[in-house]
């Protein structure tokens, strides 16, 4: 069903986006909805997500699945390491989303920067995974300040960049609370193989992931780009934790 989708899916995207069409930004976030009924995976929303555009989401990474949630809640495009444009089919489709592919050193990173900038002055939102790899899914690793670089400019009409803190957690298994044993099942890191591990994630039963928003911040109420890493880290962490350690009951309006 997932392959199915998909391939029926990429040229209508690719003829949108030749056209210029605005369904060209709203078509993924449907599809990765669609993806996430197929994987069997419920995300609940906690707090409010930011509506005003531009905006510059940075969450944390355990799983290429995190591109599915975060896709199917935010109308918005990833910023992703430079080598996942080359990956087959993947890499196609993130190109068909209107991602930014970056270089995390080198010379280009000035160039990629403004880039960027240049995207979020058009309104495009953007979504960043600052830990700069994926993990276990029990803590966050430290956000890479470098990455926030482009905090510390402002947008081609002079207003300042905001950015809103996201935590993405998997919690639930059926139902059932899951431990940290769980956690390898959901999350997609070190020298996992990739198919095997979607084939496994597919036939797990339905899984919950809670997305949570945290306030907006902007670069102008903190000293430095480490200061704002630091409390994006923070929130985001605090998120992780609450959601791991278990809410008050969910409620049935927040289940889609």
């Known amino acids: ?39 069997g995976i ?19 990474h355990s799983s290429y699945s995190d591109i599915t949630v ?6 918005g495009s990833f910023v992703a390491k430079a080598e996942v444009a080359s990956w087959p089919l993947f890499g196609y489709l993130a190109k068909l989303q209107n991602s930014v592919f970056v ?24 979504i960043l995974f600052p830990e700069g790899t994926s993990d276990d899914g029990n803590r966050v690793l430290p956000f890479k300040s470098a990455l926030f670089s482009v905090a510390q400019h402002r947008l081609e009409s002079g207003d300042t960049i905001k950015i809103q803190p996201v935590t993405i957690a998997y919690t ?34 339905l899984i ?25 880290h923070e929130a985001v962490s605090a998120g992780l934790s609450a959601a791991n350690a278990g809410w008050p009951p969910i409620p049935t309006e927040n289940l889609s």
């Open 172 to 205: 639930r298994l059926d139902d059932m609370p899951t431990g940290r044993a769980l956690k390898p099942y959901f999350a997609w890191y070190g020298d996992m193989e990739l198919v095997s591990h979607m084939w496994e994630l597919a036939g797990l039963g």
């Open 1 to 39: 069903m997932y392959a199915t989708l998909t391939l029926a899916l990429i040229p209508v995207q690719v003829v949108l986006r030749l056209l210029g069409s605005s369904r060209a930004a709203r078509l993924p976030m449907a599809y990765h909805r669609w993806c996430c009924r197929i994987l």
């Open 70 to 75: 975060l896709g199917s809640v935010i109308n």
């Open 42 to 60: 419920r995300v609940v929303v906690r707090g409010t997500m930011e509506t005003s555009r531009p905006m510059l989401f940075v969450a944390n």
């Open 103 to 126: 270089e995390r050193a080198g010379l280009k990173a000035r160039e990629q920067r403004d880039g960027m900038i240049k995207r979020l002055s058009a309104g495009d939102n953007l």
């Open 208 to 232: 919950t992931v809670e997305v949570v928003f945290h306030p907006t911040v902007a670069m102008s109420a903190f000293g430095s780009r480490k200061a704002l890493a630091v409390h994006c």
